[in-house]
């Protein structure tokens, strides 16, 4: 139906989408920063904002769906102190998700402590003091860290400057990102160039006399809205799902209004040419992503995991995929890439191949990768059981250099690499539309499955379940192709009755999708997402490396080998209690508030005190030669215990797949 493919395209406003974004910048919670952030003034404004958009731009049933985050609102912070040419001046902070209200400039004694680690506490007072500190989240460890660490020792607040990773733009950027911790543990961020000013003040004097101006706000379970519309399809009750969050840090041009606009010109697209979808296309401008749940490890994705888990969870077994957006106005590489399931991969290449010609923006050709990640709303969609993709954002230098800074703004605009993200998406929503069946192929989640399966048995299972899945992905094609064609000749009374005989196979493979999810999506301490049995070597692979190394005396070797176990990496910088409790807050919280975190760790081995053991001998080496059979003795007992659960999560494997091989067949 290349015609529809052509009028489609012809209707599309890149202008109007630029503008939409640009718009959406005037909402703002900091008058001087921006920020408008889940269950605030300014994110509400921007949700009444867009749903009037909505209706204007002629969606139906639009509607706010009311789901519960909890908030923050970040007013202002502004630190006051006397420069080194005597002149009070006074500096513009960030801030993290936490809770700190001054009432007005009060006064405070600022101290300067490294990495704010353990060790730089020692021998210094910081009781109702602020702790200004080094941070580089990308390379070394998260916020919440020496926030808590400062607050356990009596700090009032944490500010933070970036020592690389991200914000790296310029001097003056400042940096926000989602803290992972409780609220009541204070942290603002500063930029290099006024924390190089304060720590040249610092070296005179120890510690300084500054003013703090503050309103940061956490207030738990309040009511934000996801704001849904859509076009009405003949088959109303199938749909195809386009997704895009509007919360933001700064003016959030990239991130992510260029998304929400970019959605709504699709849609736009759409009702302007005066075609009917074959399936109803539904909109979901979302809330919270950035954050919304105070402490927890998994705090953000919160307005789309409420989306499809209370607000809409009839949605499962409609929605044939989500396609989720995300800084799209700028190129990520050398190419453009749609991030997917891998359910989804087979069809997304078969997709491209079939592409006309569209706008020029990249040297390279677009690439289909997986699987989806856990750093957008497409995850959380996924695990409930709805197919998703995202245009994948994470490659180039944005994310290290203007990413959740103030000069996250149209200076990065790449109208070329706009056009082309609203062509390519506009086509896969035209192209799923035109299925009668959704187009998932389950043979790549077997062929990943078994590229690390040491479990012959298994591997058998999984290459069986993979012939399977290609044989029945062969028979949707043929189907979706007749389909198609049937449409295409105009022939609407047999294209219905092919798309009313095939309603039973696609509950099947919607309900195979969910089943996947639930058997092999699992993620690391870091949210990167892996197979169960993958978890299981690698942990495993590492404690015996670190057994072998500590046999041989080589203590470095198995240090760096024990840090790469579960969230052990960075840990031994900060004291337990600091430790312990971001171990236990992901295994001893209810499910509301873990979200899509929820089950998703596997079994956690705490090796705080065996480390802190080997490490003391670290410092005695040149005493004398160290014994360590006391903690080999540990670390073996720790590898039986791997080894048993390793067999435990294998059965549960092998009883999925013959599971998931009743339904292929």
Not at 111 to 128: A, F, H, I, P
Not at 412 to 436: G, N
Not at 443 to 448: E, G, H, I, L, T
Request: aromatic share 10%.
């Amino acid at each position: 139906m290349r015609d529809r493919k052509e009028a489609l395209l012809q209707h599309l406003d890149i202008g109007y989408s630029y503008q939409l974004a640009k718009r959406m910048e005037q909402f703002r919670t900091n008058e001087v920063l921006g920020y408008r952030t889940a269950g605030s003034k300014a994110e509400f404004e921007t949700g009444e904002m867009l749903k009037r958009e909505m209706e204007n731009i002629g969606l139906s049933q639009v509607r706010k769906d009311a789901v519960t985050v909890d908030g923050w609102e970040f007013q202002k912070a502004v630190l006051a102190f006397v420069d080194e040419e005597g002149r009070t001046k006074e500096i513009q902070l960030g801030a993290y998700q936490t809770h700190f209200v001054t009432e007005g400039f009060q006064p405070f004694s600022l101290l300067y402590l490294g990495k704010g680690t353990e060790k730089d506490y020692q021998g210094k007072d910081v009781r109702g003091k602020l702790v200004l500190v080094d941070i580089n989240q990308r390379d070394e460890w998260w916020i919440n860290y020496p926030v808590y660490q400062a607050y356990l020792k009596g700090a009032k607040a944490v500010i933070a400057v970036q020592t690389g990773g991200y914000g790296e733009i310029d001097e003056e950027a400042l940096n926000a990102q989602d803290i992972a911790g409780p609220e009541e543990a204070a942290a603002f961020s500063i930029s290099r160039k006024d924390a190089k000013e304060l720590k040249r003040l610092l070296q005179d004097v120890g510690e300084l006399e500054v003013q703090l101006d503050a309103c940061t706000k956490v207030e738990r379970n309040r009511t934000t809205y996801n704001i849904t519309g859509c076009i009405p399809g003949k088959h109303p009750e199938r749909m195809v799902l386009l997704s895009a969050h509007y919360d933001s840090y700064f003016s959030g041009f990239q991130d992510d209004n260029t998304a929400v606009s970019m959605m709504f010109g699709i849609a736009k697209a759409w009702i302007s040419s005066g075609i009917q979808p074959q399936n109803t296309i539904q909109i979901c401008a979302m809330a919270a992503e950035e954050w919304g749940v105070a402490d927890s490890n998994f705090d953000w994705s919160t307005g789309a995991y409420e989306q499809i888990m209370t607000a809409h969870p009839e949605w499962v077994g409609k929605v044939i995929a989500d396609l989720n957006f995300e800084l799209p106005a700028l190129a990520h590489g050398t190419r453009a890439r749609i991030r997917s399931c891998y359910e989804y991969t087979r069809y997304l290449e078969e997709f491209l191949e079939e592409l006309p010609e569209l706008t020029l923006a990249y040297p390279e050709e677009t690439k289909v990768t997986a699987p989806i990640e856990t750093w957008s709303d497409d995850f959380s969609m996924a695990i409930a059981g709805v197919p998703s993709m995202v245009n994948d954002f994470t490659g180039g230098s944005f994310m290290e250099t203007h990413y959740h800074s103030q000069f996250d703004n149209d200076m990065y605009y790449d109208e070329q690499v706009y056009r082309l993200h609203h062509e390519l998406f506009l086509l896969l929503t035209e192209a799923l539309d035109e299925t009668a069946i959704v187009p998932l192929c389950f043979a790549p989640v077997m062929q990943r499955a078994r590229e690390q399966m040491q479990d012959e048995e298994l591997y058998r299972l999984l290459l069986q379940a993979e012939k399977e899945a290609e044989e029945l992905y062969e028979k949707v094609k043929k189907w979706n192709a007749e389909y198609a064609q049937l449409l295409a000749a105009g022939k609407k009374q047999e294209a219905e009755a092919l798309f009313g005989q095939t309603r039973k196979i696609e509950k099947t493979l919607l309900t195979l999708f969910k089943m996947e999810q639930d058997a092999f999506v699992r993620i690391d301490w870091y949210g990167n997402v892996l197979y169960p049995h993958e978890l299981l070597q690698k942990k495993q692979k590492l404690i015996q490396g670190a057994l072998r190394n500590l046999s041989e005396g080589r203590l470095s070797s198995a240090l760096r080998k024990l840090y790469q176990v579960d969230n052990n990496a960075y840990a031994f910088m900060f004291e337990e209690e600091v430790y312990r409790h971001f171990t236990e807050y992901v295994y001893q919280q209810p499910r509301e508030r873990l979200k899509w975190g929820y089950g998703r760790l596997m079994q956690h081995e705490d090796l705080y005190e065996l480390v802190k053991s080997l490490l003391k001998k670290q410092e005695e080496e040149a005493v004398g030669e160290q014994d360590y059979q006391e903690e080999m003795a540990l670390l073996k007992s720790v590898l039986a215990k791997e080894e048993q659960w390793a067999t435990q999560v294998l059965e549960s494997m092998r009883q999925s797949v013959q599971k998931m091989r009743a339904a292929l067949t």
